[in-house]
């Protein structure tokens, strides 16, 4: 038999556990990748039921289907544009009331629906009785009952997506009470959009949907100025907003339901006494930022202890194949130029890209346990106003701190924010907290110039970056994203224990994101740099001669008012954009020393005024390749760009100003 | 009619209005937050951070935002 092809969306408000019925309807086998032209995730999976084979995609966790989030946005999109067969409404049966108000909103829009009641073991645990079959006749949908988390119910579900959902049924209508329900009529007779239900057309109408409002304005602005004459009639005769009207009739109907389908009429204020207690240790005024810091102290430690070694294991085992390659070829009668672009270019790419791995994967292992434990909505309220005093989010705070050990992961944690705009601030700041790679650079120079206060020089450049970030992140706010302002509300998840085979998929769906996105745009940049220091041929490799040793020389004039105005420190610094750990082998390099002689070369040449520009210029100047990989992969190469210009001439500037300033008191 | 902000854990209260840019209300309208509604302040902002109560659900409530819901204790 031919297999028939079926398209449905997953939808449901946040928490409901949408992403495990994912899960558990496509085992686990997602296609990630990004709604276009926004950095929203959007997963795809498939499954075969029967002869079918039904893809589904997961959109985001939405409330209703207005135009104003970009996430409803999202979703109201793929439902008017991409016409999928159909949508399974995924619904925290525990919380009935809320959670149908958006299976209403797609009702009303006429899609077919699958609603699902989810977390079926809470209902029974709190002794409620929902009537399905009552329910499922007053909305004229199938709905099917599951336990997601214990697999229970999927079989039934896919069952109905592929059986019910495309059965005809009658339209559906909430009674929105005589005043309003005429309005609507008249309108429904005046405008027509092919492609959307008349009705649907006039509730938005009414309530100031932009997008409809654009739609149907070509079809006579007299419509606009009819609709706020309507309006602000019925505004009159309501005593208040018409949106919250229409809003507060469809709860008014949803309650109705339940009263007439659920058996306990259940407190309207419901117990939670576990978890409220939690939130009153982890949230409380006092120790709420304590064990914020100590749980960011466990999760800089997992990652940087943990993967640390996993890295350096790596990076050894990489030098090995560099070499191995290198002495086979050279033994086969290769040239030492072949040689080469196996060892240092491709073996040593592919190196650069697999050092990140156990860190970025043991990061998002840490934060799908935290989200998946719910504390990581209580994490952005407990930094909120501290964050906000710097003019970053609630949620900035993990990025940045994340930052300290590696950007790259610390970039990446920044997906936790929803907030569009203040996600790309706290990515373009990010390569300012200095990571982990930058600490050799300052330790030799710091070293070898400030012994006696070698901590505090140390300490001074870590807090100059963090200084930067908050002024950066203030000027970047108010050149880009002034309008924005983004109030932090949040439904918090009660307290949950994570789940093993959620917790990794999620660690999983991330972290390979990188693998394939950012790995290739290292792999290409490592080898360009290879090129550039081996060309032209013959020349030793990062020699004066070679190319990239004929652009250092080029900026070195450049970098003068610095201090450091010699073309090894040029080329050092283009070395460092490869990764910031290689500037002090390149000085070695290029000097002809091993690192440990290096603290006398360097004396020769930089005083300890131009020591510490450098130090600054190394902190400030450019990402690193991996880093502006990343930056890019997170949101566009516009940004990339932005991240690399900023900080390229704040750098200099920097550099420049403390050699200038000093130069007078020293 | 008083803010949010200063009424106390454990207090029940009705939801009366909210200040805000439209797409700032619907949204809160669109969460089950809208005038009418009772909610009960789980945490209040003397204690950390603002966390409402609406049958089983908790909302978390920034500082600033807490200001902007007007609401009338109940009994």
Not at chain 1, 241 to 266: N, P, Q, T, W
Not at chain 1, 604 to 616: C, D, I, K, N, R
């Amino acid at each position: 038999m031919e297999t028939k092809k079926l398209k449905i969306g997953l939808a449901g408000n946040p928490n409901a556990g949408k992403s495990t019925v994912f899960n558990h309807l496509t085992g686990g086998r997602a296609h990630v990748g990004n709604w276009p032209g926004v950095t929203v995730e959007k997963k795809e999976g498939k499954f075969q039921f029967k002869d079918y084979e039904v893809s589904v995609v997961d959109l985001p966790g939405i409330y209703a289907l207005t135009a104003y989030s970009i996430d409803e946005k999202i979703a109201r999109d793929f439902i008017i544009k991409e016409k999928p067969d159909g949508i399974v409404v995924i619904v925290d049966a525990s919380n009935l009331e809320r959670n149908l108000y958006l299976a209403t909103q797609l009702l009303e829009l006429g899609v077919n629906v699958v609603i699902d009641l989810n977390m079926m073991d809470r209902v029974r645990s709190k002794g409620m009785a929902i009537d399905t079959k009552k329910l499922s006749q007053i909305f004229g949908v199938p709905i099917v009952e599951t336990v997601a988390s214990k697999g229970e119910g999927i079989e039934e579900l896919k069952e109905a997506i592929v059986n019910e959902l495309e059965k005809k049924r009658s339209p559906f209508r909430i009674d929105y009470g005589e005043d309003i329900e005429m309005v609507i009529n008249g309108l429904e007779k005046r405008v027509n959009i092919s492609g959307y239900p008349s009705r649907w057309v006039a509730i938005k109408l009414l309530e100031g949907d932009r997008e409809i409002l654009e739609i149907a304005k070509r079809e006579g602005e007299a419509i606009e100025r009819e609709m706020v004459d309507n309006k602000k009639r019925l505004e009159k005769h309501l005593g208040y907003d018409l949106e919250a009207a229409l809003v507060e009739r469809r709860y008014a109907f949803l309650s109705g339901l339940i009263k007439e389908s659920v058996g306990k009429k259940y407190d309207l204020i419901e117990r939670l006494d576990i978890s409220d207690r939690i939130d009153r240790i982890l949230v409380n005024r006092y120790l709420g930022i304590p064990i914020f810091l100590g749980m960011m102290w466990l999760v800089f430690q997992f990652i940087f202890t943990l993967g640390g070694p996993l890295s350096d294991g790596i990076e050894t085992f990489m030098g090995w194949l560099g070499e191995s390659a290198s002495y086979g070829i050279e033994s086969l009668g290769g040239s030492k130029w072949l040689s080469s672009l196996v060892s240092d270019g491709i073996i040593g790419g592919i190196g650069s890209v697999l050092v990140f791995l156990p860190p970025i994967f043991l990061l998002f292992l840490a934060i799908a346990i935290l989200e998946a434990s719910g504390y990581m909505a209580r994490a952005a309220f407990v930094m909120d106003r501290f964050m906000h005093a710097l003019g970053l989010h609630g949620k900035s705070f993990i990025p940045m701190l994340v930052g300290f050990g590696c950007n790259i992961p610390g970039i990446m944690a920044a997906r936790t924010i929803e907030s569009e705009k203040d996600r790309i601030l706290t990515i373009l700041v990010n390569p300012l907290m200095s990571c982990s790679a930058r600490l050799p650079i300052y330790t030799l120079f710091a070293g070898a110039f400030f012994a006696d206060n070698q901590g505090w020089v140390v300490f001074s450049l870590y807090l100059l970056g963090i200084v930067l970030a908050v002024i950066v992140a203030r000027i970047f706010k108010d050149l880009f994203f002034k309008s924005e302002v983004s109030p932090l509300i949040m439904e918090l998840p009660p307290y949950r224990m994570p789940t093993v085979k959620g917790v990794l998929i999620h660690m999983w769906e991330r972290g390979s994101l990188f693998l394939k996105k950012a790995g290739t745009i290292i792999f290409a940049g490592v080898v360009l740099i290879w090129l550039l220091a081996s060309l032209p041929l013959g020349v030793q490799y990062a020699s004066k001669e070679s190319f990239i040793g004929q652009i250092g020389s080029f900026f070195a004039p450049l970098l003068k008012p610095a201090g450091f105005g010699f073309w090894q420190a040029g080329v050092a610094l283009l070395f460092g954009i490869l990764a910031k750990e290689v500037v002090v082998g390149t000085f070695g390099t290029l000097y002809g020393v091993e690192e440990a002689g290096l603290t006398n070369v360097i004396h020769g040449v930089f005083t300890p005024l131009s020591a510490y520009a450098f130090m600054v210029m190394s902190l400030i100047y450019i990402p690193c390749i991996a880093a502006i990989a990343t930056i890019k992969r997170e949101t566009n190469w516009r940004w990339a760009f932005l991240a690399v210009g900023y900080s390229l001439i704040l750098g200099w500037l920097m550099a420049v100003g403390i050699y200038q300033v000093g130069k007078i008191f020293l | 009619m008083i803010p949010l902000s200063v009424a106390v854990r454990g207090e029940k209260v009705r939801i009366m209005r909210i200040l805000g840019g439209r797409g700032f209300v619907r949204r809160l309208n669109e969460m089950g937050l809208y005038p009418g509604v009772e909610i009960e302040i789980i945490s209040d902002g003397q204690a950390g951070p603002f966390i409402i109560g609406l049958g089983g659900l908790r909302f978390g409530i920034g500082f600033g935002m807490a200001k902007k819901i007007f609401v009338e204790p109940l009994g």
